[in-house]
């Protein structure tokens, strides 16, 4: 069992930026790929990115590509997503997800917030 819990959402003007950590415990963290993913009001949830268990491959969606950056510090069993040049249709409840890179994520976290204002 892993246990993931979200940190760092908040309100941000367009063009802003916010950083998301995602806390790990449980089973070892380094074991699992790591993803980011998003669910917008009256949307289903779509995948933002993700990182494997060593941090040396990533993959974004396209919406987000050269404006997210995932990356993890296995020492801290914690991932993070960097989020710049933030736009209001990034708004969402962002969580994180412990799985197999490409595959499937058996653990989820709760969510953080993440409103962007125009």
């Known amino acids: 069992q892993v246990q993931l819990v979200e940190s760092g959402g908040g309100l941000v003007q367009a063009g802003g930026s916010l950083r998301l950590s995602c806390a790990a415990s449980g089973r070892t963290f380094s074991n699992y790929a790591m993803g980011w993913f998003r669910q917008a009001p009256g949307k289903e949830r779509e995948f933002v990115a993700t990182?494997?268990?060593?941090?040396?491959?990533?993959s974004y969606a396209d919406s987000v590509k050269g404006r997210f950056t995932i990356s993890r510090d296995n020492a801290k069993n914690t991932v993070f997503l960097q989020m710049n040049s933030l736009k209001p249709e990034d708004t969402a409840v962002y969580y994180c997800a412990a799985g197999v890179y490409s595959g499937s994520y058996y653990y989820w976290g709760q969510g953080t917030q993440v409103t962007v204002s125009s």
């Open positions: 990182i494997s268990w060593s941090g040396a491959i990533t």
